[in-house]
């Protein structure tokens, strides 16, 4: 063969960390619903503001957010897919719609789902504080390392714990945010600046989560631990003769 014919480059192997990376962006976009999770978390809230800044319509406006958030739900069972997201925004919506029906407070409409980010920004850090960071309960399935982390992967449990504070912090930033524009704003106003900060500090907690987890020492498979403790029991039966 001569230099010509000879290929230039060879083909690079994966790198393992390279791996551990693709891994764990799987694992958050699935934990996290991706971007279809994100235009489910969205869409609701948009159509509410968008139609009471048209016409101040609260019933309206209230009414088109859950049609659009049982749609959402009717489109994932048609598709048999995962349901959790879909659900947890008709409840959302679900819950918004009763207080601004309530009260008659448009903006009302935005408060429950406004104290559950408050409520979530001290569930990551309380958790994080008590050694039993939010996020490890989250991802430590979608890992199938359960909670292996709090106690055989030291290095883990402490991205872990990077990763809740930066959740927590980024929540507690965005309450700092829209709790005294509940009070000062208009409806309208409150509700296009919480479209504007839906998504950024997510991406960015994602992002963060994903920085620490791609860095972090690789998650111990407890399922595959079991099987394989299961498969040499067996063999070991089958050579001694047990029942």
């Not at 000879?6 to 891994?23: G, I, L, M, Q």
């Not at 209230?62 to 409840?91: E, N, P, Q, Y």
Request: charge should be positive.
């Amino acid at each position: 063969m001569t230099s010509v014919d000879k290929p230039t480059t060879a083909p690079t192997p994966a790198k393992p960390a390279d791996d551990a990376k693709a891994v764990t962006e799987a694992a958050l976009f699935e934990a996290f619903g991706g971007v279809r999770g994100m235009v489910e978390t969205v869409l609701p809230g948009l159509l509410f503001v968008t139609i009471f800044t048209v016409n101040k319509d609260l019933h309206t406006s209230a009414i088109a957010a859950l049609a659009v958030s049982l749609l959402l739900v009717v489109v994932r069972l048609v598709r048999k897919d995962t349901m959790k997201h879909a659900f947890s925004g008709v409840f959302g919506v679900a819950f918004g719609v009763v207080f601004a029906m309530m009260t008659g407070n448009a903006k009302d409409f935005y408060l429950p789902g406004m104290l559950y980010t408050l409520g979530l920004a001290l569930a990551y850090i309380v958790t994080t504080v008590c050694g039993v960071p939010l996020i490890g309960l989250i991802l430590g399935p979608v890992f199938k390392e359960n909670l292996s982390w709090r106690t055989r992967n030291p290095g883990r449990k402490k991205a872990y714990a990077k990763a809740s504070w930066a959740w927590g912090l980024i929540l507690l930033a965005k309450c700092a945010i829209l709790f005294p524009l509940y009070w000062w704003a208009n409806t309208s106003q409150l509700g296009w600046i919480l479209i504007a900060l839906k998504i950024p500090p997510f991406l960015l907690a994602v992002w963060l989560t994903w920085v620490f987890l791609a860095k972090a020492p690789a998650p111990i498979d407890v399922f595959a631990e079991m099987e394989a403790e299961e498969a040499a029991e067996k063999a070991r039966k089958a050579a001694t003769g047990e029942a």
